[in-house]
């Protein structure tokens, strides 16, 4: 007997070996990065394998890392690797899938079949077992046996304190019940829902936010749309600017170039001018030279001699020593002159053309005045006589009251702006409670709305308890705590309908950008909680590169 069932029980050893074979050779099927099965598979230097999608999304995101790794040993390469195409390796996926194609789609195997894996065609939840199509035909077709597609999770289908399957949904308390706990447990005399009614609902539900989510994506989609074309323009402005930049510095360079080959071309011309005059004098007087030489010898001559009758006999010489062709050569020594220091000059001042061309090329840019209007001051505002600095007076400074003067404490500008591009900066450092920003001369002058930023008819950056806000139309933006700001600029792109504030700390920080279709000029506008604001110098002004 026992002879006889050896045969069996080495067939049963051979087929669970298989079977385990069979697991390890799946389990190396598995790419590292997405834990399925290869597709097509290719290889790195380092001879790891992976599915082709997969390790190309790893070595985009390492794009601009300095370097490339293996995502199973981390070996380096500096450039990108080339993906080699396994062969064998796929041949050996197909070979597997070709053969255990259910059980791929699944995974997951009969509960009965422990000799040999065998995919699960459905699974029991009162048994908590799947099952074969085999054990499938033999098993119960009771009602309470429900059968489900094949699934893992069979616990969760059932009731962890009756052990019975799921039949009604409690919507008071959110939850899935058998019917013992509609009947004796602590959903009793609770309103129940059959799980597909239940269910119908909750889909329903799904599909609502679903189709919001949905049009928030495609709204999300819009917006990074609008954002990409915008960070297209600006890089096309940019680009623009650095051509006509690049261009203008190449310019300046062959200014520059042709002015000093000008300047050393003069330098050159003049120096050999004088040099061959200061020669040709050089020549003359060597001449001269001789002759004197000659003089002289004649006369030591007649100082030796004896023969007194001939000495006296010899033309008298007069005076050797022609002072007048002395001073002459003296004049054409001095004649020969320096270098022209004017014409240099005067050639060099194209330098100076070549730098207000570059300032034309680049901006226009020039200073004008902006005055508080002392009119526009509340009663307890007081302006300084240069007009630039508004104080905050405990005293009432009994102003007469026109129709312009505001009632709360704050001041604007007499001149406004309804076109171009300027800015102006003030000093806050004397003043804990202030608030900069421009307004529309239709700006209310009586009541709480009138202060700038609590309207839609003015812009303002507000510091207030040691916080900064920017403020337009009562609406309130808080910045950072850290900003040093002891003084401010705004800047105004009237034709862009921009409005930026500045803290003019190190380094420039920029705290805010408005924008708007401006409708009206705008004023310069300042309110004054305590201490004092002061204007630095006037409005800047300038045109942008062409």
């Not at 598979?41 to 599915?51: A, D």
């Not at 207030?464 to 609406?475: E, F, T, W």
């Not at 500045?502 to 408005?514: A, E, F, Q």
């Not at 201490?531 to 110098?537: A, D, K, M, P």
Request: hydrophobic share 30%; with cysteine; glycine share 6%.
């Amino acid at each position: 007997m026992v002879i006889a069932l050896l045969p069996l029980c080495v067939a049963v050893r051979g087929q669970h070996r298989a079977a385990m074979a069979s697991a390890d050779l799946r389990q190396e099927l598995d790419c590292s990065i997405c834990l399925n099965i290869y597709t097509d598979p290719v290889t790195l230097r380092c001879g790891h394998n992976f599915c082709r999608v997969c390790i190309d999304r790893v070595l985009d995101t390492q794009e601009g890392a300095g370097a490339y790794t293996c995502p199973d040993c981390r070996a380096e390469c500096q450039e990108r690797p080339a993906l080699q195409r396994n062969i064998t390796l796929c041949n050996i996926v197909g070979s597997f899938l070709s053969t255990r194609p259910d059980q791929e789609e699944t995974g997951i195997f009969c509960t009965y079949c422990v000799d040999s894996p065998v995919p699960a065609a459905k699974s029991c939840l009162l048994c908590e077992a799947s099952l074969c199509d085999k054990h499938l035909r033999v098993h119960s077709k009771s009602p309470e046996h429900v059968l489900c597609d094949p699934t893992t999770a069979l616990g969760n289908k059932k009731c962890s304190v009756h052990k019975e399957i799921y039949k009604y949904y409690c919507p008071e308390d959110a939850a899935c019940i058998c019917v013992s706990c509609c009947m004796i447990g602590e959903h009793r005399g609770h309103q129940m829902e059959s799980l597909d009614e239940a269910s119908v609902k909750r889909k329903e539900k799904l599909r609502n936010v679903l189709q919001k989510l949905t049009t928030k994506r495609a709204e999300t989609d819009k917006r990074v749309q609008r954002l990409q074309e915008r960070r297209r323009e600006d890089q096309g402005k940019a680009a623009g600017v650095i051509e006509t930049v690049t261009a203008l510095f190449r310019d300046i360079r062959r200014q520059l170039e042709d002015l000093e080959k000008r300047v050393l071309s003069e330098i050159s011309r003049q120096e050999q001018r004088i040099s061959l005059s200061v020669s040709d004098l050089i020549q003359q007087l060597e001449i001269k030279k001789d002759e004197l030489s000659g003089k002289m010898r004649h006369i030591e001559e007649l100082c030796n001699m004896s023969d007194l009758v001939t000495v006296l006999q010899e033309p008298d010489t007069g005076d050797l020593c022609d002072t007048e062709e002395t001073e002459r050569h003296d004049t054409q020594v001095h004649g020969a002159g320096d270098l022209d220091v004017g014409l240099i000059s005067g050639t060099l001042h194209t330098l100076s053309d070549i730098i207000t061309g570059i300032n034309t090329g680049i901006y226009v840019q020039e200073d004008t005045a902006l005055l508080l209007d002392v009119t526009t001051a509340g009663d307890n505002i007081q302006i300084s006589g240069d007009r630039k600095t508004a104080t905050r007076s405990h005293i009432k400074q009994n102003h007469p009251v026109p129709p312009e003067r505001f009632q709360c404490d704050q001041v604007i500008s007499s001149s406004r702006f309804s076109s171009g591009r300027h800015y102006w900066e003030v000093d806050v450092s004397k003043s804990v409670r202030w608030r900069v920003g421009m307004c529309y001369p239709s700006l209310d002058r009586r009541g709480q709305q009138s202060a700038i930023g609590y309207n839609n008819k003015s812009w303002c950056v507000y510091r207030y308890n040691n916080q900064y806000l920017v403020i337009h139309d009562i609406k309130w933006i808080r910045l950072p705590d850290n900003i040093p700001c002891d003084r401010v600029r705004v800047y105004l792109d009237y034709e862009a309908g921009q409005l930026s504030f500045y803290s003019l700390c190190d380094p420039i920080r920029h705290l805010r950008t408005y924008t708007a279709a401006l409708t009206e000029p705008l004023h310069a506008a300042l309110w004054v909680g305590d201490g004092c604001i002061t204007i630095c110098g006037g409005v800047r002004s300038w045109e942008k590169l062409p």
